[in-house]
């Protein structure tokens, strides 16, 4: 399974918000995902990374 718990940790750790995430071409639709940890696509992880300036392992973790 995996959680996007990591995203919002980072994000709190790096003062970043989800308001600075939309305005950064992340949009509602990828966000509410998130919050679901529903699938997103590679280049969405990319994305992220780039915003908060952190690796894949930031963003989300696998669980079996």
Avoid at 22 to 36: A, E, V
Wanted: charged letters at 25%; a positive charge.
């Amino acid at each position: 399974m995996i959680t996007y718990s990591p995203l919002w940790e980072t994000m709190e750790r790096k003062n970043i918000s989800q308001y600075r995430l939309l305005k950064q071409g992340i949009d509602n639709k990828t966000l509410d995902r998130l919050k679901k940890s529903q699938n997103i696509t590679v280049a969405t992880v990319e994305k992220l990374c780039v915003i908060l300036d952190c690796t894949p392992n930031d963003v989300f973790s696998f669980t079996k």
